[in-house]
C-alpha cells in the first residue's frame, strides 16, 4: 500500500464520500501535482496517466508518446473548503493550455493539456471557463486553446517513486510556467 508523502493517506482507496475528484493534465506531472497540494481543501493528489489506450501503462511506455495517454494528476479535493471553479483558475494559469502536444520543452502528446471530467456539472463548467479563458487568451495575442475536455475515462497511476516527486526531491524539474493571464474565478471558494 502507498502512502501519500505529505498528506500520509492511503493513496489507493476509493474517493471518501463527501469528497470530489478531478483529473488534470499541465504537462510534466511533478510540479502540477506540488501546485495542487499546497491549497487547501485538497485531500489527495497522485501522479498518472489517463486519456490512451494501453492498460496500466508504465512511464516509460507513456514517454514513447504512443500510448495515447497524458500525463495528469488526480485530486480528492473537499468542495466546501476549495471549489471546482478555483481548481480550474489553478489550471488555466498555470500551464499553458494552447500549444498542443507540447508544454515549453516538453515535447509529445503525454504532455497535452487534458481537463477529464466526473460529472454533467463539472463538464459544464470547464467547457465554459475554457471558452472565457481561450478569450482572454485571445486578447493577449495568444492563440486558440488545444485543451482536451473528456468524461471519465480509467486512471493509472505511475509508480511510487514518481508520487510527490518534488518532496522527495526538492531540486526535480519542474516545467510548470503559465501565459501570466489571469483567469476568471466566477464562484469564490465556500467559507
Known sequence: MTTHA???RPMDEPVPQGMDQAIFGMGCYWGVERLFWKQNGIWLTQVGFAGGTVENPTYEQVKTGT?????VVRIVFDSSKISYDHLLQLF???HDPTQGDRQGNDMGSQYR???MTFNDSQHAVAEASKIDYDNRLAVAGFGKITTQITGP???WPAHEAHQQYLEKNPDGYCGLKGTGVEASMPNPDPI
Request: charged share 10%.
Open 6 to 8: 505529505i498528506f500520509n
Open 67 to 71: 500510448t495515447g495517454h497524458a500525463e
Open 113 to 115: 493539456s487534458l481537463i
Open 153 to 155: 475515462a480509467p486512471f
Open 92 to 94: 488555466w494559469e498555470n
